[in-house]
């Protein structure tokens, strides 16, 4: 299964974040500190690999026994998959291209700054892809079907709160 | 009204999330002020009683937390109200709060049960999709087992994209609540044979997942996954298929011969490098026994190795280092592309290469191999340097040096790691030079030689990553010093002043190594004298020595210093080879000594110890010393004292005589030979192995109160305690119970101390015991697996005492006839499995009750399947009959059965063991009669699940009494 994933830009700031296994030694969801602290060590790794080299990176110290991970520049983001012996190193590499070319057809032409100020969407997005660490889907198409229905849902509750809302605060003076 | 007042201003006036975020780009250098103003904010509108301000803040704090790695653990609260908010929007807002901050620890989940049960159950699919990721991450064992029946019904739901999410997250469920699975078993097995492509998909997921853990259980299930391998185009799908594969196959050999044909198929037809890969690994994890898929995986793994990607090089490496023990001819095909890919830019793709060479070493190309590999070293980044040299150490010592024969070369080498400038591999070359000490007799010699040269250059001293091997050297050329061409040389070696640049471990391990080395020198030089006049009488030795003294003044002063000749004869032979051989020479050269003495100035031989040259050596120790006897450091303290008392006992001694003149010299010569003799016996000892579980077989001797010191080393040194549980014990004798009065106290137990890092409690109880550690930083696990090499010594002398029993195993271990060089491999000492630890036992893990409940599953299955109902809980005769036949399948099978039974027996009895500790530990070992019992123990705790378990172990049984039953008809197909 996938352990987790994420993505940080150049300068080492984390863009997106998801962790999808208990640490095995704690039987604890990592907390906050600890998050940060492995994404910054998977960025100290990171940023002293050279360019054009292979894209696996041994895990094993920081995310235990067993752990691999793959990674890639995009731009000027790193996509880092971490995951186990139950999914083939080239199929993330793919699963990868999948992920960014869906928010790149969810963002026309995605770049940093759209992960930045599209926290909850890109979750949706990767959270259709990826449930508890499994690989539901890979075709973009699919994939940004469900999203918008989902952005339409949201935007549909929220237009109903907007006028309400000032209604019905007002007259409570 | 003025708080829904406040909250109205707080909403008109409130950030967003986008404001936030603007906000934070805005102030990159005062960021933590900002935020913490803006958690301020958070704290405030988080409170309000207006849903949209509160999730809107509930928003900003997530993202605060997941980006910022602020704390949010606090807003649990808040986040489950919003989660039950009636708009979606607020609860995909909750959600997501609750899905990246919550964990098993969060109170407020035991309040969420009833919201995710509605929303489970919601006909808005993405509100049952919010529902899902959430558990998904959060899924405790009361989560699981409360919605189980929610997950049950999603799992059949006529939406693929609720029932795809279902199956992932019914994985998650099963790990927490085994119970989940006699329910939700059958409809995710159905989701295998479905039409849908995508719940098909998911489900192969989750029984990837679950049978890397335990891949037993799920062999019934094979026919499903064959009909998927053989059916399924969709790659993804394939590669979970053939993950499956890789751990069921070694469990049926009907199945790997089943498989090898599709598999190949795909090997040859897809055009997916990823689904090539699987193929490659598949079939050398798991079908290594069929030689034309292995040579279609090799040649499709060249594919790879010559491939510009080095994501693919790097693959093509890791799958020749799977194929690695079983097909070496692989490896040795590719062998040019291996060595070159060394070289490589890629530190992934030469640690891949490195580790590939290391397979191919063996006896006959280890030299060639390693000075290869040297060579690289030294043109290598230093990290991978590194890696090279432990490959290297790990790779020769590996089973007690199983591939060196020439140990001076090994040796030589070590040495001349040391000497890699990027070298951090210190401890290990440490520990390895005097374990070689230990167990190989014959590479002494060279060892010493070795140690020489690293311990005189001055350059070494400076490099902290060198200390334990310089330890290690100035140890090995203290103890075995009479191999040393010069001692002389050695000791200015060891007290040259850089030393101060070593750690005060080290340090005293140097200073005592030079105590060795003059006690040595001491004792040749006296030795000499006394063999240069061994038929002398006493008379005229007594009536000749002072004339000799008036008329030939200081310089030739040493000749005449000789004592009576009292050694017995048997003297020479108690004494070292070295130092035997070296009384022959003099005894050859005895003419020259006398004559040619004035024109050694500098007398550095080693045969030749002059009177000077010892008075020299003698000051050079004193004031080398000297400044240490104020050193803060006890240790150190301690043992210049040593040294510093020897020299002034021993000076004024040969001193003295010069003025004294008197035949009382001639007894303080004697008392100063007695007692070097007496030191020197001691050092020459040998250093015999003793498993760590000799002491235990030692009798306590009476008065002695053994527990109650050991206890309160216990309390000050908890910690080093379990370090010296693993190290080995060095017993050596207890010189002050057997030389009795004649040796001053002084010297005599400090004295025979090793040389070892030690604290003054630790000595103190070494005194107290006669015992001596190594030091704590060499223990390995080496150390452990010494051979009871004195046992049966030990054994026949159980009535006598500790310094006994010491004594008699030193003994047999001190008169070792010179092994010939012409041997072929110097004995390498090691031991049998006796000491072996006991490999780590088999954890029970919920996986085993996972497949456990799982075999349950599928038997309940099958029982649904072929015969009519038959109640739950009831075990009919027939469904006994059932569940032998799908679960012996795979033993039965083996061409080894009994072996596959007995794991698979030890197996299901832990798995059933929960609550039931008795059971837990069954050895491999045990046989059919004792299993039988188990069952018989077990069988009073019956519940559907044992007496289905019961059957198992008696299908196990008669697997071991009726090798062959066709039992599988169908098994696959």
Redesign the interface.
Known sequence: ?IKAVLVINGMG???L??F?E?QEDD???Q???K??ELIRSVYGVLCSR?E???????SNPLFGLDSRLVYRTFASLYFVFIFD??E????M??LMQAFVETLDKCFSNVCELDL??N??KV??IL?EII????????SSAEIVK?VD??SR??????A??LVP?SIA?WP?? | ?AT??SS?MD?LFQRT??DL?KGL?HNLIGEQLFISKSLEDIRKEIKST?L?TKSIAL?KL??L?????????WAAFHAVEIMSSS????K??GY?AAS??????TEVLLLITNQLRKDLSST?E?EV?LA??CL???ATIDLARDLTPELFTLLSSSKV?VR??AI??I??VFEKYQDSVGVCFKRLVENLEGSDG?SM??AV??F??LA?KDPRAYLPLAPEFYRILVDCRN??VL??VL?IFASLAPLEPRLAKRIVEPICELMRKTGA??LL??CIRTVVTSLGEYESAVRLAVSKTREFLSDDD??L???GLQALTIMGPKHLWAILENKEVVIKSLSD?????K?AALRLVMTMVSEDNVIEICRVLLNYSLKSDPEFCNEILSSILFTCSRNFYEIIVDFDWYVSLLGEMSRIPNCQKGEEIESQLIDICLRVEDARPELVRVGRDLVIDPALLGNPFLHGILSAAAWVSGEYVEFAKSPFELLEALLQPRTNLLPSSVRSVYIQSSFKVLVFCLHSYLLNNEAHIPSSSPEKLASGVPDTVLGDGFLEASVITAPKSIVESEHDADFSPGASNHGVSVENDGEDVIHGQTSLSVPLEKDYFTRESIIKLLDMSEMALGPLLESHEVEIQERSRNVIGLIELIKQEITGPLVKKETDDMRDEFKALNMIRLICDGFSEELGPVPVTAQERVPVPEGLTLVENLCDLDTIFADMNLLTQSSLILGTLNLGETTGGSLSDLQTKDDLEPATESTSLLSEHRKRHGLYYLPSEKSNSLYNAYPPANDSLLQQNENDHVDDLVKLTEQSLVPKKKPSHAKPRPVVVKLDEGDVPITSRKLESEENLLSGAVRDALLGNEDKSTSAKVPCGKSSSKRIEKGKQSVDVPSESNDNAADKGKADVGKGSSRRSKGRGKERKHKSGVKGGTQREGNGQRENLKSSRTSKHKTHHGAVDSVNVIPQTPVIPDFLL
């Open positions: 299964m700031k984390p863009r974040s998801k999808y208990f039987h604890a969801m907390p906050p500190e998050q940060q050279p054009n080299v292979s894209n696996f990176i041994q012996s139950s083939n190193e080239l199929a590499l793919d930045v100020f926290f909850s979750h949706a959270d449930l508890g660490g499994q690989v539901l889907e890979t469900a229905e989902i849902l949201e935007k549909a509750s929220n109903m709160t809302k605060t409570s003076r | 009204m829904t007042a109205f909403s999330l986008d975020i780009r207006d949209q928003e997530t993202y937390s997941s980006i910022h790695g602020i704390d949010m653990s708009r979606f929007s607020h995909k807002i997501l990246l901050s919550f964990n098993e620890s808005n993405f999709n899902l990721e998904s991450v959060i994209y795809k999410k992932a997250v994985f998650k995508k998909s998911a997921g989750v990837c997942e890397a790659n993804w590669i979970k993950k490098k990823s890969f699987e080095s994501n090089k790097y693959l830019t890629d530190s992934n793709v640690l």
